[in-house]
Structure formats: structure tokens, C-alpha cells
């Protein structure tokens, strides 16, 4: 292997969150030993930030106070993992620091709207310091500390890596931002952060982790940096806004990214995270050559107030093997090191995920999306709607970025999915015109009067359009045109809700759905239920409306499909998601797979291999156990000329039996455990 581009090959990464209490415990020999035996080959360790796990000559550095005298902990920790072929990265943290510093530099610190500094933990039992918020483009973060600290590992240790922990730009109101802003934006900085340009707070973070990442590849270029990179904007009561940035940005300053996926059952059962959430993650993180791919972080615990325990074994593992289904790169993250982790099925849990990935490394290596669909993404809920049906259909699909829009791309995809709000982004619509003339077929939802209005040649509606309000008791009814939409579904309606874009087909349009108006009032929609007949069973104000467009096609939305499979999840919106897309490709699906929707299905190819991943999550989350799955199945379309040499289970040996049937190879699998990859060898 070509030590400079270790961090190319397969990697399985275990975190150890260290405790400085648990430090004078800690066996440099021992560890390595145990986390060789976890099947892992690269370690994230604490080494500098928030505190310095070595005796570092900084000045307000904060040294960790339970370091050994007499041996230099680091430098032993970094040797064992050595001797084993194990990559030592080192985590750091500049986000905080203690009020020591703070009392002596309060201009390195992050400032609210009235000046006062951001306190992390001032209710936090015993005796600890306290910690504030640093400024993106203070001192600490920068040159007077940050960089000094780099140097100083770069130069004493033989790290293998760099991993910077909360990279992330506070909202800040400091004189020193406020300038910076005003300059960038040529207006001064808003009251509120929720009012800041969309770009500010992650080009803070980018300006800052610039200064690092030069600093690194100055003393030692062959050190890789790894960053953060956040794929959707949200808002943390905790932390508070956090913004999506190009993942092409984040690359400018960071040689490799990873992401995060918390299933924080610790919110309670009304908040568990999506079950997509690490397959979109990893797919959010990937370059569109998938020449780079990224790490997706695993929390071991159910919430990071009960970080000293595992996640139900039978939620964890399929939420892990989500990771490398999706060509992402495993990265465990616990708290403490194994003599300290009590809660001993985390370790089992992580060993038996790397092992299983173990035999899928060598497979996977070159490896590609196989996608039918391309799922124009902003990291919106409208997206993630999209994407959970598609994944719940078992329909492969890519992304591509508002910020990273690609015309020739596009066009290698049969279908184009564009989700409401996406087309409001300049050049989108001229390039999805393009797209569709030359024969592609797209699946538009928009509900925007403007975008509609601008777009309407291209939905097959006139300009006339009023939107309207919020509808409840109302329904979705299939017209005869529309008959494909319901195929699976013996009915000639299914549930509705939200606001119309009520509009008018132009001649040749076609009108596949159209709205059954409210029969009530949502508040006396049961009572008296005698009086609970539809007025108003058929109306020609359309839902779906099928237009043709130079050589292609558009199957147009004027409401938010999204919406209903987010807050409903009803089985007919996932079948109607998934018949307009049969509809809309109008042949047979490469990929045909008969399991049921909880069990996740990924697609790749290699010049000689077809690789079909399946994940198995049957059961009400949080999982109480893993429930075998019998009679897999699934069909593959071949290309011209391949022909099938062998089908094998890569990751349960499994027995499989496959038969070529015309174009396609059928293949069929006693069982599927938690995830299972099967490898289809041509010759």
C-alpha cells in the first residue's frame, strides 16, 4: 500500500470519545490490541482542542490534568496502533474553551446580538471549568492557537490523519464579524441569525478551516484532513443554525468529508429519525465522478444524554450497515475505550458490522451508482420526502445539487425527479427544458404561482393559475388516463391534504388525477357521520397532468406529494410515487426485487460485477429484534452481450440460485439476516 494515499484504500474507523477522568486507566498495548480485534484499521482519538492529551508549550491550550508524568501517553498510544497497521488520526476541537482563557482573551469569543459570550455547560455538575463558544475568525480558532497546536503534533507525532470535531461557525455579532459581513454582502449584519445570507455562517467555517488546512499541507502534505460536512440546514435549540454547503466547497479545504447520522431514540418514538437517514447521508456526500466518497459517523449510543449505553442491538446493526450499503465508510463512534464501556453488546455490535465489511472491501472497490432515477436535491424535507419513497420503492436513484447542476449528467438518467422548490433556482428550468425536448421524462412538483407561471409550457398548464388554501377531507381521485397511478390499488381515490396550484391543461395535456374537494369542515368531519356524504365526488381541477414536450415528457404536480409521504406515510402515496415512475420509465425497472418496502436495496456496477445490496429493517422502530427476512428474490436487466457466470451471497454465504430468463438473470436467496450483499459475476 502506498503510504501516502493510506486513506484511499478500505477503512473501518473506530472513535474512542475519551473521558479525561478515565485517562491514568488508560493501556496504550491493550487498546490496540482490542480495537484490532474489532476489526477496525483506522482509530480517531482525542489529541488537542479542548484539552491536549500531551504536554503542549501553547499558550491557552488547556492541558488534559490527568496526563501520566512519566510517560508521554500520545506518543505510546500513536506507537501500538503502529505496530498493528493501524492509521492514528487525531481529533481535535477549537469550537470551546475554558473562562480562563476567556477572562484573559474575550475577543477570541463568539458574541450574541447583546455581546454577551455563548456558555456550554454552566449547569454542569462538579468541578469543571467553564466553557464558551470561540469565534470562527478570533484568535483561538486561527493563528494564535489553532495553528500553533497543529505544528506542534505535526512536528512531534506520527499522526496519520487530522479530524476536526464541530468545525462549525457560531452565530457571531462580534465588531470583527460584523465588518466582515458588510464587506461581503455590502449591507450590514441583520439583527437575528436566522436573517443572514444563506452562505455566511458556512463561509465563516470555510474561511477559518482554510488558515488550518494550509497550515497542514505546509508542514506535512501527506497528512489528509477530514471535515465535517453538513448535508441539510437546520436549527439546534442546543447549537443553534447550522448551514448546507456544496460538499465541492468543503472539499476545497479537506481532503475528505464525513457525515453524521444520529437515530436518537432518546427524542422518544415520535421523534426516531428516518430509517433513510444514513443512505441519504452518504449519498448527499459523494461526488458526482464517485471518485470520493464519504465517512458516515455512527453513534453507538440512543441519544448523547444516554451516551454511556447502546442502541437497541437490533436497531444498531442495520443502521450501520446502511453505511457501507450506500459505498460510504464506517466510522464508529463510542464513548470511552473498551475497559470503559460497560455496556459490552456496543462492542460485540461494532465487531460483527466491520467483519461483515470486511468482505465486501475488496468487492466493492470501484464500484458505481446503478440509478434509473436522478433526484434533484437542496436538502430540503421536499427532497427527503422524495428520497424515502423512492428508497421504500426500492427505486435506484442519485442526487444532484442545486449548487452542482450538470445538463450532460442529467441526461443519462431515464427519469429526473425535481421536488417542489427546486425549480426556482436560476438556469434549473432551461436545463430541465433541455432535458425533456431530447426525450428524458421528468416528475415535477411545484406549488410556486412564479415557477409555475414561468415553467408553464413545460407542465402542459395555461398561466392562469391561483393557488389556493390549505385543504383538508378532501381527496385524490384517478382519472381514466390516470389508471397507471393506481395499478396495486383497488380504488379509484386515496387520502388528500395541502394547498392546490389550481391551473388549466393546455389542449393535449392530459389530466391524470384530479381533486375530490372537502366533504366538511375538518371539525365535523365525524359528526354526525349520517351526514358524511361528497358532495362534490367529481371535479376537473387536476393533480396530475401528463404533458409531452419536444421528444419527451412531464408528469406535473400541482401540490406537495412530499408533504404527504413526511407527515403520513400512507402506503398509496409510497405506490403512487412509485407507479409514476414505472409510468414514466415505461419499460421494466433494471432492477426488480420481491422484499418487503422495510428492507433497503442499493445497485452497483463494475466492468465484469453487478452488486445488489440489501439491508433488512422489518419491524416497528426501534427494532427489538432483528426479524430474518425468507424467499428473497430479485431480477437484474443484463446488458447486451453480458451473460451471467455466478451469483454468490458475498456477506451471509447464503445459498442462491440464479437462471438467465431472456434479458435478465432471476435470482433467488434462502434468507436475508440484517444486510447481505450479493455479487452478480459476468463473463
Given amino acids: 500500500m502506498n503510504e501516502e494515499l493510506w486513506w484511499k484504500e478500505p477503512k473501518r474507523v473506530i472513535q474512542f470519545n475519551l473521558l479525561v477522568k478515565d485517562t491514568p486507566g488508560m493501556n496504550p498495548a491493550q487498546i490496540a490490541k482490542e480495537t484490532e480485534e474489532m476489526a477496525s484499521n483506522v482509530v480517531v482519538m482525542n489529541v488537542g482542542g479542548i484539552y491536549a492529551w500531551y504536554e503542549s508549550k501553547v499558550k491557552y491550550h488547556h492541558i488534559n490534568e490527568y496526563l501520566p508524568k512519566d510517560k508521554d501517553l500520545l506518543k505510546d498510544l500513536i506507537l501500538e496502533f503502529h505496530k498493528r497497521n493501524i492509521k492514528f488520526v487525531a481529533r481535535f476541537d477549537f469550537s470551546i474553551t475554558d473562562d480562563t482563557t476567556y477572562l484573559e482573551k474575550p475577543q477570541w469569543f463568539a458574541r450574541h446580538k447583546d455581546k454577551s459570550p455563548y456558555y456550554r455547560g454552566e449547569k454542569r455538575m462538579g468541578n469543571w471549568s467553564l466553557f464558551l463558544n470561540t ?81 497542514i499541507k505546509a508542514r506535512r502534505a501527506d497528512v489528509p484532513m477530514i471535515l465535517y460536512y453538513n448535508p441539510n440546514s437546520t436549527i439546534s435549540k442546543s447549537f443553534g443554525r447550522f448551514d448546507r454547503d456544496s460538499i465541492y466547497d468543503r472539499y476545497e479545504t479537506a481532503d475528505l468529508i464525513c457525515t453524521e447520522s444520529q437515530n436518537v431514540l432518546s427524542n422518544g418514538v415520535n421523534g426516531i429519525p428516518d430509517t433513510i437517514h444514513p443512505i441519504v447521508a452518504m449519498k448527499s456526500g459523494q461526488t458526482e465522478d464517485s471518485s470520493l466518497i464519504p465517512f458516515g459517523i455512527i453513534h453507538s449510543c440512543p441519544g448523547m444524554d444516554w451516551r454511556h449505553v447502546g442502541l437497541p442491538e437490533a436497531e444498531y446493526l442495520p443502521w450501520m450497515c446502511q453505511v457501507p450499503a450506500s459505498r460510504g465508510v464506517i466510522w464508529h463512534s463510542l464513548t470511552g475505550y473498551n475497559d470503559t464501556i460497560t455496556d459490552k453488546r456496543i462492542i460485540k455490535a461494532v465487531t460483527k458490522v466491520n467483519k461483515m465489511i470486511q468482505k465486501t472491501e475488496k468487492v466493492m472497490k470501484g464500484a458505481v451508482s446503478k440509478a434509473e432515477v436522478l433526484l434533484l436535491s437542496n436538502g430540503t424535507a421536499a427532497t427527503r420526502g422524495w428520497a424515502e419513497a423512492l428508497v421504500k420503492a426500492h427505486i435506484q436513484f442519485d442526487f444532484m445539487f442545486e449548487y452542482r447542476m450538470n445538463k450532460d449528467l442529467m441526461k443519462k438518467y431515464p427519469v429526473v425527479i425535481a421536488p417542489e422548490g427546486f425549480m426556482a433556482y436560476e438556469g434549473v428550468s432551461d436545463m430541465l427544458k433541455e432535458y425533456v425536448s431530447d426525450g428524458g421524462s421528468l416528475i415535477a412538483e411545484n406549488t410556486d404561482y412564479s415557477s409555475i407561471v414561468n415553467n408553464s409550457d413545460l407542465f402542459g398548464v395555461k398561466e392562469d393559475i391561483n393557488v389556493g388554501e390549505y385543504l383538508y377531507a378532501s381527496y385524490l381521485r384517478f382519472e381514466e388516463d390516470g389508471v397507471a397511478l393506481k395499478a396495486g390499488m383497488d380504488t379509484d381515490k386515496v387520502a388528500f391534504r395541502g394547498a392546490v396550484s389550481y391551473c388549466t391543461p393546455k389542449d393535449g395535456a392530459k389530466t391524470l388525477a384530479t381533486l375530490i374537494p372537502p366533504f366538511a369542515p375538518l371539525e365535523v368531519v365525524g359528526a354526525p357521520p349520517e351526514r358524511s356524504s361528497i358532495p362534490t365526488p367529481y371535479t376537473d381541477i387536476p393533480l396530475c397532468i401528463l404533458n409531452t414536450y419536444g421528444k419527451g415528457k412531464v408528469l406535473f404536480l400541482p401540490f406537495s406529494l412530499n408533504m404527504l409521504i413526511t407527515e403520513f406515510k400512507m402506503p398509496d402515496h409510497y405506490r403512487m410515487i412509485s407507479n409514476a415512475f414505472d409510468f414514466m420509465l415505461g419499460r421494466r425497472r433494471e432492477l426488480e426485487v420481491s422484499v418487503p418496502s422495510a428492507v433497503q436495496v442499493t445497485m452497483y456496477k463494475k466492468e465484469k460485477q453487478i452488486l445488489v445490496h440489501f439491508v433488512n429493517e422489518i419491524g416497528q422502530r426501534p427494532l427489538m429484534e432483528n426479524v430474518p427476512f425468507h424467499g428473497l428474490s430479485f431480477s437484474v436487466e443484463l446488458e447486451e452481450f453480458q451473460m451471467v457466470k455466478n451469483v454468490r451471497s458475498v456477506i451471509g454465504e447464503e445459498s442462491v440460485s440464479f437462471r438467465a430468463a431472456g434479458k435478465r438473470v432471476e435470482v433467488s436467496a434462502d434468507k436475508l439476516e440484517v444486510w447481505d450483499m450479493f455479487s452478480i459475476d459476468l463473463v
Fill in 135 to 215: 469565534c470562527a475568525t478570533g484568535g483561538y480558532r486561527n493563528e494564535e492557537v489553532a495553528v500553533p497546536v497543529i505544528n506542534e503534533v505535526l512536528d512531534n507525532y506520527d499522526i496519520d490523519g487530522i479530524f476536526f470535531n464541530a468545525p462549525f461557525a457560531s452565530a457571531c455579532f462580534c465588531e470583527r464579524c460584523q465588518e466582515r459581513y458588510i464587506k461581503k454582502y455590502g449591507k450590514p449584519m441583520p439583527d437575528s441569525e436566522a436573517e443572514f445570507e444563506d452562505d455566511w455562517l458556512s463561509q465563516c467555517t470555510k474561511d477559518n478551516i482554510a488558515v488550518i488546512y494550509k497550515a
